[in-house]
């Protein structure tokens, strides 16, 4: 069947050749662990932007929100760039070490000319680039680890974004350790750790596996899934729902649980030991699930987790259990994010920029979350955060039950009837592709 001409096949290299060597793996973990530690780095570097360039707390949070932005803009420049090619010359496609490549260096650029900058809009502009450069990482390394190793991708992809949360933890207590007023030091020593990255670039294949029946899995355990007579666009609303959800979930229990255990008993110190185990789960829920993901299909583990979620919500409502029941919640959203990624490529194999709307979208979510959350709580007090972020989760579960039932593959017997005509592409194949 002949390709639409306005996307050619990706170059399809020998089979048995890994999309990724080990030391492509490992410096692939590695560099997960430094976008999660430049993310994490802005918010306690706050107080030192406010002395050096006399900025208003507000003013001084729009570093991270820059770097959100740029985040944003990479995940969809990556996107744009992935795969693309002359049709008539397939050699000049841009390949996954170039983008990755170019990815790394706009990252150690913008940290780097973050930290030198002589004022703050430069300072800005520069997280920004920075920002483009993780976007890129984010998306592209989710997006080759989701096809890359067969059956183990979800495996693989919860270890890798593990190491996304063990930047989280480790770029706060750096700053913690040495200082706010050295945030300059800190973002050009983070720069000059991305750089050797590059040299194991040479261990990335240029060609990924084909999003189709016969790449997600050989012996037919993980076909693609039939959509059924659901439209593709409106599965993908629900996977975006899923991530724009789960992520603001993610950040509203982060940014509200020291806040609402101080309001219901708990001391500072101690309020915000809770919220530092609740991020240390969310590392330790995904190195948990990466055996489980061996055995388990991604839905199952989905609407596991959403429930566990929801639950441990209502249970941080009573003040006895909240610090515990908000650990849970971070051990039970670990998963979501790198889980949903393999089943949205099974679920809609032919949409090549799935992926890219999701990873854009959960950004968005967790830029978004604060504002709306916080709109909610001064409407209906702290005391309601868990309530209302139990509501927002039970959405989520909704969300993973229906998609689950949409996205369900059909039986042998529905799938092996003839086709009359080879099937033409439509217009709700490539969502998000038109013109």
């Known amino acids: 069947m002949d390709k639409p001409p306005s996307t050619p096949p990706l170059p399809r290299p020998d089979d048995e050749t890994p999309l990724f060597s080990r030391a492509a793996v490992v410096a692939s973990c590695v560099g997960f662990i430094l976008i999660g530690a430049l993310q994490a780095l802005y918010g306690p570097s706050i107080p030192a932007f406010r002395d050096e360039f006399g900025l208003s707390p507000s003013t001084a949070g729009l570093g991270l929100s820059a770097h959100f932005v740029g985040g944003v803009a990479g995940v969809l420049v990556f996107d744009r760039l992935f795969g693309r090619a002359d049709p008539a010359a397939p050699a000049a496609r841009i390949g996954n070490r170039k983008l990755l490549g170019g990815s790394y260096l706009l990252m150690a650029l913008g940290a780097a000319g973050f930290a030198l900058a002589p004022t703050w809009p430069a300072a800005l502009a520069m997280a920004l680039v920075a920002g483009l450069g993780f976007g890129g990482i984010d998306y592209g390394l989710n997006q080759l680890f989701a096809v890359g190793f067969g059956r183990r991708s979800t495996a693989m992809l919860n270890i890798l974004n593990a190491h996304f949360g063990i930047g989280a933890i480790l770029g706060p207590a750096l700053i913690g350790l040495v200082?706010?007023?050295?945030?300059?030091?800190?973002?050009?020593?983070?720069?000059?750790?991305?750089?050797?990255?590059?040299?194991?670039?040479?261990?990335v294949r240029d060609g990924a596996p084909p999003h189709t029946d016969e790449a997600t899995g050989a012996d037919g355990a993980s076909r693609a899934a039939d959509v059924?007579?659901?439209?593709?666009?409106?599965?993908?609303?629900?996977?975006?729902?899923?991530?724009?959800?789960?992520?603001?979930?993610?950040?509203?229990?982060?940014?509200?649980?020291p806040t609402h255990l101080e309001t219901v008993g708990y001391g500072a110190t101690a309020a915000a030991s809770?919220?530092?185990?609740?991020?240390?789960?969310?590392?330790?829920?995904?190195?948990?699930?990466a055996p489980l993901a061996l055995r388990w299909p991604a839905?199952?583990?989905?609407?596991?987790?959403?429930?566990?979620?929801?639950?441990c919500l209502l249970l941080a409502a009573v003040p006895a259990l909240a610090p515990y029941a908000y650990a849970g919640v971070g051990l039970f959203i670990a998963p979501i994010f790198p889980t949903g990624l393999p089943w949205l490529n099974d679920a809609a194999p032919r949409a090549r920029r799935a992926g890219a709307l999701v990873i854009a979208a959960s950004m968005v979510g967790g830029v978004a979350a604060g504002p709306a959350l916080g709109k909610a709580i001064e409407?209906?007090?702290?005391?309601?955060v868990p309530l209302i972020l139990a509501a927002v989760s039970a959405i989520c579960l909704a969300t993973t039950v229906w998609l689950i039932r949409a996205t369900a593959t059909r039986r042998p017997t529905d799938t092996a009837r003839p086709s009359p005509e080879p099937a033409r592409p439509g217009a709700g194949d490539r969502v998000g592709e038109t013109s």
């Open 179 to 203: 200082g706010a007023e050295r945030y300059t030091a800190i973002f050009l020593g983070f720069a000059a750790l991305t750089l050797p990255l590059l040299l194991c670039l040479a261990g």
């Open 228 to 257: 059924r007579s659901r439209s593709l666009a409106t599965v993908l609303g629900a996977f975006v729902l899923l991530y724009v959800l789960h992520v603001g979930i993610e950040a509203g229990v982060g940014g509200w649980e």
């Open 274 to 289: 809770a919220t530092s185990v609740y991020w240390l789960m969310m590392t330790v829920g995904r190195f948990l699930v």
């Open 299 to 311: 839905r199952s583990i989905i609407a596991v987790s959403c429930a566990g979620m929801t639950a």
């Open 379 to 384: 409407l209906s007090g702290i005391r309601s």
